[in-house]
């Protein structure tokens, strides 16, 4: 089955500063990946999705990239807050035209006042 | 409002008693899984169901089973929970496509 891994397990960041987190694949390149937040006993919820052929997403503070030469996803979160702090998972279809995704284990961002 | 509802959010008990755990969405989304998470082990697929009567093993299948006879519902059942099935579970549910996951608010789960 397809990886993904988030190299991370946790990140420490001052506030104000921008969070910057990892998650890389192995295989074949997806067609697309996935960033997702999850707050401590609750369901992830849907941020951002990235294709293939994009090779940078925004929303609001939040931006993704995708290098499919280094088979690597990058999230950042500018000017991070403290309500920014919670674990992100990224995720990948479980193969090509797959609607199951495999999620990496997440990366725990901390955001320090 | 969209969303995925689960039923218990918590419960605890014992060694082979018979549970379900069940799940509705309100999207009409053809595709929803089971997932477990467990600390250091991240999300891991349990079942899926692309549609009504169509099922299939995720990663973690053992001890679980599941049914899809509405589209809307997705049940987990654990015929005889062991204590190795105490985790977090969450269930979800996506439409065609490249579509967002919607997730439910999870249910935690004690085996004794």
């Known amino acids: 089955s397809q990886k993904i891994e988030q190299n991370s397990e946790a990140l420490n960041i001052q506030e104000g500063k921008t969070a910057t987190l990892t998650c890389n694949y192995t295989?074949?390149?997806?067609?697309?990946l996935q960033w997702y937040r999850q707050d401590p006993g609750r369901g992830p919820v849907f941020l951002l999705l990235i294709r293939e052929n994009e090779k940078e997403k925004r929303k609001e503070r939040l931006k993704v990239t995708f290098d499919t030469t280094l088979k690597q996803s990058l999230f950042h979160i500018t000017a991070s807050q403290p309500a920014d702090s919670a674990t992100y998972l990224c995720?990948?279809?479980?193969?090509?035209?797959?609607?199951?995704?495999?999620f990496g284990k997440g990366t725990k961002l901390s955001v320090i006042p | 409002e969209a969303q995925v509802t689960q039923n218990p959010r918590y419960l605890i008990t014992v060694t082979g008693k018979k549970l379900t755990v069940t799940c509705s969405q309100n999207m009409n989304h053809e595709y929803m899984s089971w997932y477990r998470q467990d600390p250091g082990l991240g999300l891991r697929q349990i079942y899926y169901?692309?549609?009504?009567?169509?099922?299939d093993k995720g990663d973690v299948p053992e001890g679980y089973k599941v049914s899809r006879k509405e589209k809307r519902n997705f049940p987990l059942i654990l015929e005889s929970p062991s204590p190795n099935q105490t985790s977090l579970y969450f269930c979800?549910?996506?439409?065609?496509?490249?579509?967002?996951?919607?997730f439910g608010p999870g249910t935690r789960l004690t085996v004794l």
């Open positions: 295989n074949y390149s997806p067609a697309y």
């Open positions: 979800a549910s996506r439409g065609t496509g490249y579509n967002e996951q919607f």
């Open positions: 995720a990948r279809p479980s193969g090509a035209g797959s609607y199951q995704l495999t």
């Open positions: 169901s692309m549609n009504v009567e169509v099922t």
